[in-house]
């Protein structure tokens, strides 16, 4: 990296740096502005270790009262309920969303499918009304508003949240348990480290682990403006994993499923029916983006994988 680069992204970030470090510190600021500027990944554990430190201490009163709080396991099996967000409303998805969107209603296998919008929330879920004015107000972006809205779903209704983003490609079917999430092999480099997967994740109604998650990002924004971190969601949900023995346990518990997230990947590509089959023959949830400049058909004018996805899932 160039230090004309270097210095680039370091202006471009300035505007939130006396922020970070007034509220957060010399550390936390140094080494989070170092990884994102840098991407040295060799420092990716580092700092996960300070993040996390810094949030056990800042809200180790939060996580004390909900030790004494919490509840046993729950049982019972997942509601056929799958949730869904976009904020501005189904016919507002852009075509990629939209081809997830009807992928999930293919293969929902008697889920009923329930997309969240501005419009429809407030009948499912109660948001305090200081999230509701940062998400106004611009403190608080919508994918870290989807965050909140997905725990308090869950919590209160249970079932199944997908992003929006979520192509499947195989019936979905829910082993009779009462917690499910995405597990891949370690990757030392997120803070999830391949344990669970926050964009795909279902359970009972009132289970701890999403009141806990819930609480804990309200009461974050209660208290800051911005984010320590951009995967404050995940280190939330680490939290509950080292805070508390049953959680790990159910965490550690599940078995690695859908492991080949690669299809992301070859959007742009020339669509090719033998890398599709290879990638979704073990693998049902793929996420995608809506914020890369796919086209449908290559320089060549064959048809990409992108265009493909589109014309399956009309």
């Given at each position: 990296?160039?230090?004309?680069?270097?210095?680039?992204?370091?202006?471009?970030?300035?505007?939130?740096?006396?922020?970070?470090?007034?509220?957060?510190?010399?550390?936390?600021?140094?080494?989070?502005?170092?990884?994102?500027?840098?991407?040295?990944?060799?420092?990716?554990?580092?700092?996960?270790?300070?993040?996390?430190?810094?949030?056990?201490?800042?809200?180790?009163?939060?996580?004390?009262?909900?030790?004494?709080?919490?509840?046993?396991?729950?049982?019972?099996?997942?509601?056929?309920?799958?949730?869904?967000?976009?904020?501005?409303?189904?016919?507002?998805?852009?075509?990629?969303?939209?081809?997830?969107?009807?992928?999930?209603?293919?293969?929902?296998?008697?889920?009923?499918?329930?997309?969240?919008?501005?419009?429809?929330?407030?009948?499912?879920?109660?948001?305090?009304?200081?999230?509701?004015?940062?998400?106004?107000?611009?403190?608080?972006t919508l994918t870290h508003f989807s965050n909140i809205v997905r725990m308090a779903l869950l919590y209160n209704h249970g079932g199944f949240w997908l992003d929006a983003?979520?192509?499947?490609?195989?019936?979905?079917?829910?082993?009779?348990?009462?917690?499910?999430?995405?597990?891949?092999?370690?990757?030392?480099?997120?803070?999830?480290?391949?344990?669970?997967?926050?964009?795909?994740?279902?359970?009972?109604?009132?289970?701890?682990?999403?009141?806990?998650?819930?609480?804990?990002?309200?009461?974050?924004?209660?208290?800051?403006?911005?984010?320590?971190?951009?995967?404050?969601?995940?280190?939330?949900?680490?939290?509950?994993?080292?805070?508390?023995?049953?959680?790990?346990?159910?965490?550690?518990?599940?078995?690695?499923?859908?492991?080949?997230?690669?299809?992301?990947?070859?959007?742009?590509?020339?669509?090719?029916?033998?890398?599709?089959?290879?990638?979704?023959?073990?693998?049902?949830?793929?996420?995608?983006?809506?914020?890369?400049?796919?086209?449908?058909?290559?320089?060549?004018?064959?048809?990409?994988?992108?265009?493909?996805?589109?014309?399956?899932?009309?």
């Amino acid at each position: 990296m160039s230090i004309c680069v270097f210095c680039l992204k370091v202006i471009k970030r300035s505007n939130n740096f006396f922020y970070r470090l007034f509220h957060f510190g010399f550390i936390v600021t140094f080494i989070d502005y170092f990884f994102e500027i840098t991407k040295f990944c060799i420092i990716s554990p580092i700092k996960h270790k300070v993040i996390t430190n810094w949030l056990q201490k800042k809200f180790r009163y939060f996580i004390s009262m909900h030790c004494e709080n919490r509840n046993s396991l729950p049982r019972g099996e997942i509601p056929k309920q799958i949730w869904l967000c976009w904020w501005d409303g189904i016919d507002m998805m852009p075509p990629i969303v939209r081809a997830c969107y009807n992928s999930v209603i293919r293969y929902s296998n008697d889920f009923k499918v329930t997309v969240i919008t501005k419009y429809n929330y407030v009948d499912y879920i109660f948001i305090p009304e200081y999230v509701m004015k940062k998400v106004n107000n611009g403190k608080m972006t919508l994918t870290h508003f989807s965050n909140i809205v997905r725990m308090a779903l869950l919590y209160n209704h249970g079932g199944f949240w997908l992003d929006a983003t979520f192509l499947v490609t195989n019936t979905i079917i829910l082993d009779n348990n009462f917690f499910f999430t995405i597990r891949r092999n370690s990757n030392w480099k997120h803070v999830a480290n391949g344990r669970w997967t926050g964009c795909c994740i279902a359970g009972v109604p009132n289970y701890f682990l999403f009141k806990f998650i819930y609480e804990f990002l309200c009461e974050y924004w209660k208290k800051y403006n911005r984010l320590i971190t951009y995967h404050l969601y995940d280190y939330s949900i680490n939290l509950a994993y080292e805070s508390f023995p049953e959680i790990k346990m159910v965490f550690d518990s599940i078995c690695p499923n859908n492991i080949n997230n690669t299809l992301v990947n070859y959007l742009k590509d020339k669509y090719d029916p033998v890398i599709l089959e290879n990638i979704v023959k073990d693998t049902i949830f793929h996420k995608l983006t809506w914020k890369h400049n796919c086209q449908t058909v290559t320089a060549n004018n064959k048809l990409t994988l992108y265009g493909h996805i589109l014309e399956h899932y009309k």
